[in-house]
């Protein structure tokens, strides 16, 4: 699981032209604590449903992984 929340860390940061982004910024934009993510990435803690919800983005093909991810997004940003 760790190496899903690095590989997606990664991901984000190089979608931001490859600026750095901290694990306390990463952590305010989820809306959880620094400590928290720490652990995720760390493997010292797995999130079940964050488990449950990367096994159910693999069974999907990419372009429907696409517009689920953009209603997640209007999802939350609308909260």
Do not use: C
Not at 29 to 46: C, F, H, P, V
Not at 52 to 70: C, P, S, T, W, Y
């Amino acid at each position: 699981m760790s190496d899903l929340f690095n590989l997606l860390h990664n991901a984000v940061e190089a979608q931001r032209n490859g600026k750095k982004i901290s694990q306390k910024e990463m952590a305010k934009e989820l809306g959880i604590s620094m400590r928290t993510y720490q652990d995720w990435r760390l493997g010292n803690a797995k999130p079940q449903a964050a488990k449950a919800i990367f096994e159910m983005l693999g069974m999907l093909e990419d372009d429907e992984i696409i517009r689920v991810v953009r209603r997640i997004n209007k999802l939350g940003a609308k909260g």
